[in-house]
C-alpha cells in the first residue's frame, strides 16, 4: 500500500520561501505521478503541480514560475519549492499519488497523505 507523509509546513513573510517535502513508501516513483494540491478555509481543494512517472511537470497558473516540484528518486521523496510566497498561497497542502496519469483531478490521485499548513503573513 501506497503511504505519503508531508512535511515542511509553517509559517513564512510574503515573499519567503519554504519546501514542502513528500515521502513515498510502499511504491517507487518511478512507476507514480505524484501531485500537490491544496485547500484554504472556506475554498475547495485546488490544483498545484504535478509530475509524472517520466518526469513532466505541470503548474497551476497562480503558481507557474514561483513553485517548482521535483523529485529525488534515490529517497522516494517529492518536493515542492515555493518562493515568493504571497499572503493568497496560505492553505492546507498535500501530496498525492496516482497508478495511472489521471491529469490535474483530485479525484483521480488514489493515495493522499495527512496534509501540512503553510501560512504566509503579509
Known amino acids: 500500500q501506497v503511504q505519503l507523509v508531508e512535511s515542511g509546513g509553517g509559517l513564512v513573510q510574503a515573499g519567503g520561501s519554504l519546501r514542502l517535502s513528500c515521502a513515498v513508501s510502499g511504491r517507487s516513483l518511478s512507476r507514480l505521478t505524484m501531485g500537490w494540491f491544496r485547500q484554504a478555509p472556506g475554498k475547495e481543494r485546488e490544483f498545484v503541480a504535478l509530475?509524472?512517472?517520466?518526469?513532466?511537470?505541470e503548474y497551476s497558473d497562480p503558481v507557474k514560475g514561483r513553485f517548482t516540484i521535483s523529485r529525488e528518486n534515490a529517497k522516494n521523496t517529492v518536493y515542492l519549492q515555493m518562493n515568493a510566497l504571497k499572503p493568497e498561497d496560505t492553505a492546507v497542502y498535500s501530496c498525492?499519488?496516482?497508478?495511472?496519469?489521471?491529469?490535474?483531478?483530485?479525484?483521480?490521485?488514489?493515495?493522499w497523505g495527512q496534509g501540512t499548513q503553510v501560512t504566509v503573513s503579509s
Open positions: 509530475m509524472s512517472w517520466i518526469g513532466s511537470t
Open positions: 498525492a499519488a496516482s497508478d495511472s496519469g489521471s491529469g490535474r483531478v483530485a479525484s483521480g490521485f488514489g493515495y
